[in-house]
């Protein structure tokens, strides 16, 4: 189980709850099981996935504007 609260803030959780269409209690919850990642920026993101137009192997991301992305991978 990872510490969600040096990863991501409860406010960035409710900002991005819409684009995953999850409540921030159940995108804590998956954070926490390693099924949602939190980068600190655009740059882990890529390192990781590279840079495509789409990402077949997530089920959506999301780019907040400090640099953090989120990401559920299906």
């Known amino acids: 189980m990872k510490d969600v609260a040096n990863a991501i803030h409860i406010g960035e959780l409710i900002a991005v709850s ?3 269409q999850l409540n921030p209690y159940k995108m804590i919850t998956l ?3 390693g099924l ?3 980068f600190e920026s655009k740059e882990g993101f ?3 996935y590279g ?3 789409t990402y077949e192997e997530l089920e959506d991301w999301c780019e907040l ?5 989120i ?4």
């Open 18 to 20: 819409r684009v995953f």
């Open 31 to 33: 954070i926490e099981n």
């Open 36 to 38: 949602m990642e939190v």
């Open 46 to 48: 890529l390192n990781k």
């Open 51 to 53: 840079k495509k137009e």
């Open 65 to 69: 504007n400090n640099g953090k992305v």
């Open 71 to 74: 990401t559920k991978p299906k």
